[in-house]
């Protein structure tokens, strides 16, 4: 018998569908640090790590639909979609989070450390999946 290696059998649907779970994974920590983290300091600190768990959440989402679209040109699908409009969003994305966090931080003025839990939430939904698949 050949053992099969799961990165060699990891299709592009594997690829959304663990970038899925991820954005869920990210979901739940965040809500748990939320509460944790409003207890200990304050829910000014809570608020910015759930921004940076948004902020995180967008990142993942907006890799997702840029792996699609490119996914879609190197397969020649029959009406992929336009990239254009994917890298237009993509930046925009960009200024909107910039924004987002600049606001956050000036408005809030709770512990930046709280941002940076949150804005690591993708890491960690990622290496999640990454475990996931290595186990499997």
């Given at each position: 018998m050949t053992e099969s290696n799961a990165f060699l059998e990891f299709t592009d649907a594997d690829l959304k569908a663990a970038l899925h779970?991820?954005?869920?994974?990210?979901?739940?920590l965040a809500a748990v640090l939320f509460a944790v983290v409003s207890l200990v300091a304050g829910w000014r600190s809570g608020v910015l790590l759930i921004?940076?768990?948004i902020v995180s959440a967008s990142g993942v989402y907006e890799w997702q639909r840029l792996i699609s679209a490119v996914n879609a040109r190197l397969d020649n699908a029959q009406s992929p979609p336009g990239a254009g409009p994917v890298v237009a969003m993509f930046f925009l994305r960009l200024l909107?989070?910039?924004?987002?966090?600049?606001?956050?931080?000036?408005c809030l003025h709770g512990s930046?450390?709280?941002?940076?839990?949150?804005l690591a939430l993708?890491?960690?939904g990622l290496s999640i999946e990454a475990l996931r698949l290595l186990r499997a």
């Open positions: 779970r991820t954005l869920g994974t990210i979901a739940v921004v940076g768990a909107i989070v910039a924004v987002l966090v600049y606001v956050s931080l000036k930046i450390y709280a941002l940076v839990a949150g993708a890491v960690v």
